[in-house]
């Protein structure tokens, strides 16, 4: 194991990204739900606020686990073309899949967000966090979300990804740090002593503790 919990891995996490820390105009955002612990350790020790962006994997529908893409807030879908090619999915089994994601999406935006608009992020440095990077699948769908609120700079942090998720996004932001990537990678859940899933409470207890505009 390389990390306690959720906790530790933010609170480690955070020591890679000290260059951030106090700056003007920054925000931390955690990708729902297992990012929002690890998030908020690095918006709590760099001094800045925290905001959710909110991103479903789409599972095949035999197979939940397996991405064959991913959805955003602000309607972005993004697909992995040679597996569904692969697979040859029908696009009514696509269609089908996106609309029952799209409402969960829709109703952890009402449970974490209530009333409270989302953070203005044009112009800013957007540190993107997650508890770990397999595929890149649903990072890659919150990058496309964010690129569109056209944001100064885009830096993705984990506390684990595996060697080829995390080269992927080399050439696609302006930075990022994998904290470890351990090989052979399988799964995130693997370098966690506790694993346990994250519940929409935690979320909402999290962010109403660190939520602010920045300065």
Request: hydrophobic fraction near 40%; glycine fraction near 6%; charge should be neutral.
């Amino acid at each position: 194991m390389l990390f306690q919990d959720r906790t530790d891995a933010g609170k480690r996490l955070a020591t890679r990204l000290t260059a951030y820390e106090r700056q003007p105009q920054t925000i931390v955002l955690g990708l729902p739900r297992g990012g929002v612990p690890v998030a908020f350790e690095v918006a709590q020790a760099l001094e800045l606020p925290l905001d959710v962006l909110i991103v479903r994997k789409l599972g095949l529908p035999d197979q939940k686990e397996m991405a064959m893409g991913a959805i955003a807030s602000g309607h972005v879908r993004i697909l992995n073309q040679r597996l569904l090619q692969n697979l040859q999915l029908s696009p009514e089994v696509i269609e089908q899949v996106t609309r029952e994601e799209q409402r969960e999406l829709e109703r952890r935006e009402r449970a974490y967000r209530g009333n409270r608009p989302p953070l203005e992020l044009r112009d800013r440095t957007v540190i993107l966090v997650d508890d770990g990077l397999a595929t890149g699948a649903t990072m890659k769908a919150a990058v496309a979300a964010l690129q569109r609120q056209h944001p100064a700079r885009i830096v993705v942090a984990v506390p684990v990804g595996s060697t080829h998720a995390c080269q992927t996004f080399e050439k696609i932001i302006d930075d990022i740090v994998c904290a470890e990537s351990p090989e052979p990678f399988s799964a995130i859940g693997l370098w966690y002593d506790n694993f346990d899933q994250t519940t929409d409470e935690e979320v909402r207890n999290l962010l109403k503790h660190r939520v602010s505009q920045p300065h």
